[in-house]
């Protein structure tokens, strides 16, 4: 189970691993196993370092470090976004989408209209290796159009102004989207 766990998410700390099973109360017989594996040469102990320095302790499959490296040499564009459902695995552990992202994925469909931030079904914008947007879609079919309700950049500049890589990102995500539906985008001043 831990190393189909460590297979889906390339790195994770114990914690994540145990909480992708739901393992619970068992903390001392997974780090076991996770020893085991790792004498065994399945798995690498490591640790991932924020942008401040910070390293937080966590396993890798050497395969998976080696796809690492390679990556290194073959970044994703950041110009070309993808959208991603509130409830996609990458978003399920909240603490991790922060460790790894620096984003604060927040579901705010059971929230007031009042208290919503973001918008009720949110979809983050994933552009190369990070979660640059947020925007609130609403399909029109009866119009054939897809409104867009709200978007949010995560980074701006002191102006307030977001890349020009991250508004392509979230231009091209929403008509990817909209293109895939059969409807038109309406709305995205980006």
Not at 34 to 58: F, N, S, W
Not at 140 to 154: A, K, M, V
Request: contains cysteine; hydrophobic residues 40%.
């Amino acid at each position: 189970l831990l190393l189909d766990a460590l297979r889906g998410h390339g790195w994770a700390t114990t914690g994540t691993l145990m909480q992708t099973w739901r393992l619970r109360n068992i903390r001392q017989a997974i780090q076991a196993v996770l020893a085991r594996l790792r004498d065994k040469g399945e798995i690498i102990a490591c640790a991932l370092r924020d942008d401040d320095g910070r390293r937080t302790p966590g396993w890798i499959r050497p395969r998976d470090l080696n796809l690492a490296g390679r990556l290194k040499r073959v970044r994703p564009r950041n110009d070309r976004g993808v959208l991603l459902s509130p409830f996609d695995p990458v978003l399920w552990d909240r603490p991790r989408v922060r460790r790894l992202f620096g984003f604060d994925q927040v579901l705010e469909i059971f929230k007031p209209a009042r208290k919503r931030r973001y918008g009720y079904y949110c979809l983050p914008v994933l552009a190369g290796d990070r979660l640059v947007a947020r925007v609130d879609l609403k399909a029109d079919r009866q119009n054939g159009n897809l409104h867009i309700l709200s978007h949010r950049f995560e980074t701006e500049d002191v102006r307030g102004h977001a890349s020009a890589a991250a508004r392509e990102a979230l231009r091209t995500a929403v008509a990817r989207y909209a293109a895939a539906i059969g409807l038109s985008p309406v709305g995205l001043t980006a």
